[in-house]
């Protein structure tokens, strides 16, 4: 099963573009990183800029409307994630209570939605899905 860990460290929804990231917290979290590597658990990781460096696009009117960061109306935002294939929700939650994450950060786990996990007519509808995500989207451009 893949879940999704997302860090959301609170406060960083008004952190300025040029936040400065402390060496000794980033230590931690990569010899984290590479537990979860040397698991053989880890998919994926990142890291987010502030909202800040950030848009968004609305659709409410109909039409895309962009409005640039910092969005005053979040109270909370992502600052990274972890994508992980664990056997439960249970491991998963276990990876996340590793993490050397500060009191003012929260960890969110969601499970990935596979497509098996759907109707067979919405697996009709998405076909091809399956060879979007074998795509180049993490090629760099």
Not at 16 to 38: C, G, H, T
Request: hydrophobic share 40%.
């Amino acid at each position: 099963m893949r879940f999704m860990m997302l860090m959301i460290p609170l406060g960083y929804e008004t952190a300025p573009p040029d936040v400065q990231l402390d060496p000794e917290r980033v230590k931690a979290m990569m010899k984290y990183n590479e537990a979860l590597k040397e698991a053989g658990v880890l998919i994926a990781l990142d890291g987010l800029h502030p909202p800040s460096m950030g848009a968004r696009v609305s659709f409410a009117t109909g039409k895309p409307v962009v409005t640039d960061g910092p969005f005053s109306e979040a109270k909370e935002v992502l600052g990274g994630y972890w994508m992980i294939n664990v056997k439960s929700r249970e491991e998963a939650i276990e990876w996340a209570k590793k993490c050397p994450a500060s009191e003012n950060e929260v960890i969110e786990i969601r499970q990935v939605q596979e497509i098996e996990d759907f109707s067979e007519e919405v697996q009709q509808a998405a076909k091809g899905f399956e060879e979007l995500q074998k795509g180049n989207a993490h090629k760099a451009r």
